[in-house]
């Protein structure tokens, strides 16, 4: 089976940078996403890295190294609308293709 | 514009009945999936559908049953065998056959069990 490990909470203020780490165990790894979601609504896709190393986009960055099964988000310059749920998701081989799975989520606290 | 639309947003059932979410996309994607959402956790998979006329069990899928009749169309059903069904539902899609991350959700389907 595959199983993701992500902490549960973090806290930070506005203006801050902060590193929301991922770790997983899976066979059949294709790349891994990453995915906000506020209270209430859908979840929606901030990054995927296939390959080892960083990608940015904006504010946000992420980060994959496959040979330790390892990933990061980073959230620079951080902002209220910023608090919400993060999740990374692991993109496998299934039975006629491929799915998603996901981490059980970190939750941003984002002060000012 | 293009997207997945989900209904009903809220439904309410009584223990013992079935209930059917519906799930439409026109983005003409090939790959379609159901997720279970419970309060302060992840997104756990229920069934997926790589093509019409077939579909697969996630790693919840007990309970549940699903249909690919459509290539816009994939919906679950939630039947009394579900001994826990009060959660958020979501439906998403995706380009089959392309190397990406990214799903693509409905706003999502609340379903509480009185």
């Known amino acids: 089976g595959q199983s993701l490990e992500q902490p549960s909470e973090v806290t930070a203020v506005e203006g801050a940078i902060v590193q929301i780490n991922c770790t997983y165990q899976?066979?059949?790894?294709?790349?891994l996403s990453w995915y906000q979601q506020h209270d209430g609504g859908a979840p929606t896709f901030l990054s995927y890295n296939a390959l080892d190393g960083l990608e940015e986009t904006g504010r946000f960055s992420s980060f994959l190294s496959r040979s330790d099964s390892y990933g990061y988000l980073l959230l620079q310059e951080l902002q209220m609308k910023d608090s919400a749920s993060y999740f990374c998701a692991v993109r496998v081989r299934v039975q006629a293709g491929t799915a998603l799975i996901f981490g059980k989520g970190t939750t941003l606290s984002v002060s000012s | 514009d293009g997207g997945i639309t989900q209904s009903p947003k809220y439904l309410f059932r009584k223990e013992g009945q079935n209930v059917t979410l519906s799930c439409e996309q026109n983005l003409n994607h090939d790959a379609m999936y159901w997720y279970r959402q419970d309060p302060g956790q992840g997104l756990r998979l229920i069934y997926y559908?790589?093509?019409?006329?077939?579909?697969q069990k996630g790693d919840i899928a007990e309970g549940y049953s699903v249909s690919r009749e459509k290539k816009e169309s994939f919906p679950l059903t939630v039947t009394s065998a579900q001994k826990n069904p009060t959660a958020f539902y979501l439906c998403a899609s995706r380009i089959a056959g392309e190397n990406t991350g990214e799903l693509f959700f409905g706003e999502g389907s609340r379903l509480t069990v009185l």
């Open positions: 559908s790589q093509i019409v006329n077939d579909f």
């Open positions: 899976t066979s059949g790894f294709y790349g």
